[in-house]
């Protein structure tokens, strides 16, 4: 199955952009969102694509990282400069 790229809006305000897989929960309450190399969106107003950093890199090395579907209030398709810049990134991280 192929990942689709996408833009959350987590209710702790964070923007992250990721690859994003929906999984099965076992439980009730487990998470159930992969995210796949997932970078923290950051909003600059002096540039029009935003910057991008790891997400919580500073606390794991996991590039793949489990969430649960009621903590995103939006997904959204980014625009394809953003897709660009993340790819950069993201294939880059990868190797």
């Known amino acids: 199955m192929e990942q689709e790229i996408k833009v959350l809006v987590l209710q702790s305000g964070e923007i ?3 690859q994003v897989e929906e999984v099965a929960a076992l439980d009730m309450g487990d998470p159930n969102c992969k995210l796949i190399a997932p970078y923290l969106l ?8 935003p910057t991008l ?5 500073q606390i794991t090395d996991d590039s793949e990282i489990m969430i649960c579907s009621d903590k995103i209030i939006t997904i959204v398709e980014p625009h394809k400069s953003v ?3 993340y790819l950069k990134r993201a294939i880059t991280t990868d190797d």
């Not at 950051?42 to 694509?49: A, D, M, P, Q």
């Not at 950093?53 to 890199?57: H, N, R, V």
């Open 16 to 18: 992250i952009i990721s």
């Open 42 to 49: 950051k909003i600059n107003s002096e540039s029009v694509v």
């Open 53 to 57: 950093d790891p997400w919580l890199a």
């Open 83 to 85: 897709i660009d810049e």
